[in-house]
């Protein structure tokens, strides 16, 4: 087998978001753009000859043609093993998880998350380094700087690869390891979570369950984790079969975007307890019957009940999330006695908090949670945390929320996404914001008195690292919040996202709807930043 050199020229607009590169898949189509991008990471990296890379996507359309491209890339730059999954699939936990166990280089995750798939959808690629997490901000920019001057890719020139048959294969000097997708992770679930109670919970008769793979990755491992080992039946998996378009659907597991689940959660027979997970499986949303658990909350109850749990019986090291993310993991936090970090947002941030033994819990609003069991979030992790806890507390969803809030008092929390809106509109709308930054201090808008507004910095508490510009945030005197920032996933136009907080600590005022909770908030979040003006919308996209 020859390597060959193929001669290419940079495309100005490879620079990794909050999460990879997500592009179009048109624009990965164009020549050589996905190479370029994977030469890229490779000439990024330093002492992989030899190595092992963990290969993997959420089986979206383009992700079969990427891997068999990736891997002959791998094996003319030197890899010396790649473990890839079955059919070219790993959730996005998975491929953390398989980095850590086998102690690989690295991975490769494609995957566009939640965003939807097919020939007009999104692709995505991103890199995961030897502690199984995502590349953090320096090596993302040292990736973006050899894009742009990249002349050559190297790629071993031969014809397609099997990758549906477990086993072994050889390509030049580079060993070839289709690996089961799921094995793997379902014996790490099992170490972590109580099977053995979850399954007389699910088999008691007094118990009923749905979960949403949204035809995504997360498909064949609900059906042996949940199936399989606990005895779930198969009527309770809606959309377990993975397809490159994912069914036409959005795999976003929100209640907008995962309707058919909540309609079934919420109608007069609704089951206990319901779950989605999004297109890689590192997203979960968690719902009771007829209730919705905000991802902010859910952190909190898990932290609040982690010692129930045979992963985490011996307590927390600390809490850590994103700075929109609601307060009410700190209230938890204070009472255990343990610290809590705020960082920005993408899951990245955490990284080096885990290795450094900081924290054991992570989570973010945007219905991701997650802990030093790997180096991503993780959906189903999420949803076996909760059925552990059910079985063990043996309360309904509603219950445990609501004695969670009359013990801690509630954070009415929301976010209303503009999607898709003009760039410009929502740069100017940032811009304005920020220049106004401090000048609201002082400031009252009904009952709310603004007591400081800043653009939120992060330096990073292990390596010192410093990233700015990580969101607007006004706070008021009662301790509400409002946050603004633009996301940095979209692959169109912008995305703006307003983060909505407020405190009530009054157990006989804590059960109204969010949007009724927080609607004053929402009208001054308006106002101040002028959003019908810069978006040119009369109401957000998505609400949360
Ligand atoms: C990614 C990141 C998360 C982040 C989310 C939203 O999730 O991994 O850490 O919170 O995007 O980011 P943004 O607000 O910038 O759009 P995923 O599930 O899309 O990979």
Not at 200 to 216: P, T
Not at 267 to 275: I, M, Q, T
Not at 404 to 430: F, K, P
Request: with cysteine; aromatic share 10%; net charge negative.
């Amino acid at each position: 087998m020859n390597n060959i050199e193929v001669k290419t020229q940079p495309y100005s607009d490879q620079r990794p978001g909050t999460s990879g590169l997500r592009k179009k898949v048109a624009v990965f189509q164009q020549e050589n753009y996905l190479e370029n991008f994977i030469q890229s990471i490779f000439d990024s990296l330093e002492g992989y000859q030899g190595k092992t890379l963990v290969v993997g996507g959420d089986g979206r359309y383009y992700n079969r043609h990427a891997v068999q491209v990736i891997l002959r890339m791998a094996a003319a730059n030197g890899f010396g093993r790649i473990l890839v999954g079955r059919g070219g699939l790993l959730s996005t936990p998975a491929v953390s998880c398989i980095i850590r166990k086998y102690q690989a280089f690295g991975g490769i995750v494609l995957s566009a998350s939640h965003n939807p798939a097919g020939p007009d959808g999104d692709f995505g690629i991103k890199y995961n380094i030897g502690n199984g997490g995502p590349a953090p901000e320096k090596i993302t920019e040292a990736i973006y700087r050899k894009s742009q001057q990249i002349q050559h890719y190297r790629i071993a020139d031969c014809g397609e690869l099997d990758l549906d048959t477990p086993g072994e294969q050889q390509l030049g000097s580079m060993h070839i390891e289709i690996i089961d997708p799921v094995s793997d992770y379902a014996e790490l679930m099992q170490h972590l979570f109580d099977f053995d109670r979850i399954h007389s919970l699910i088999n008691s008769g007094l118990f009923s369950m749905r979960f949403d793979a949204m035809h995504a990755v997360t498909g064949p491992y609900a059906v042996e984790i949940l199936e399989n080992r606990l005895g779930v039946t198969p009527d309770a998996l809606m959309n377990a079969e993975p397809k490159e378009d994912f069914g036409g659907g959005h795999p976003d597991p929100n209640l907008v975007y995962a309707k058919q689940l909540v309609d079934a959660l919420f109608a007069a027979n609704a089951p206990d307890f319901g779950a989605a997970s999004d297109g890689d499986g590192d997203r979960n949303m968690i719902l009771g019957h007829r209730c919705f658990i905000t991802p902010s909350d859910s952190l909190a109850v898990l932290a609040a009940n982690a010692h129930l749990t045979p992963g985490y019986h011996r307590g927390l090291a600390g809490i850590a999330r994103s700075m929109p993310t609601s307060q009410a993991a700190d209230r938890v936090a204070e009472r255990l006695g343990i610290e809590l970090f705020e960082t920005p947002t993408g899951w990245k941030f955490f990284g080096n908090l885990l290795d450094a033994g900081k924290v054991t819990l992570c989570g973010e609003e945007s219905f991701g949670t997650g802990s030093d069991h790997v180096r991503e979030k993780d959906g189903l992790w999420a949803v076996l945390f909760w059925l552990n806890l059910l079985a063990v507390r043996k309360e309904s969803v509603q219950e445990i929320i609501t004695a969670h809030w009359r013990s801690y008092g509630r954070n009415y929390y929301s976010r209303h996404d503009y999607e898709a809106v003009n760039a410009d509109g929502a740069g100017q709308l940032m811009d304005t914001l920020r220049k106004a930054n401090g000048s609201l201090t002082g400031n009252r808008y009904g009952d709310y008195e603004v007591a400081f507004c800043d653009d939120f910095s992060y330096t990073d508490p292990v390596d010192g690292s410093v990233s700015e510009h990580q969101g607007i945030r006004i706070g008021f005197t009662d301790g509400s919040r409002m946050v603004f920032r633009l996301s940095g996933t979209g692959t169109e136009g912008a995305t703006l996202r307003l983060y909505l907080e407020r405190y009530e600590p009054d157990p006989e005022r804590q059960l109204l709807d969010a949007q009724d909770g927080l609607s004053e908030l929402i009208r001054i979040g308006e106002d101040i930043a002028r959003i019908r003006h810069y978006t040119q919308r009369e109401a957000p996209s998505v609400i949360t």
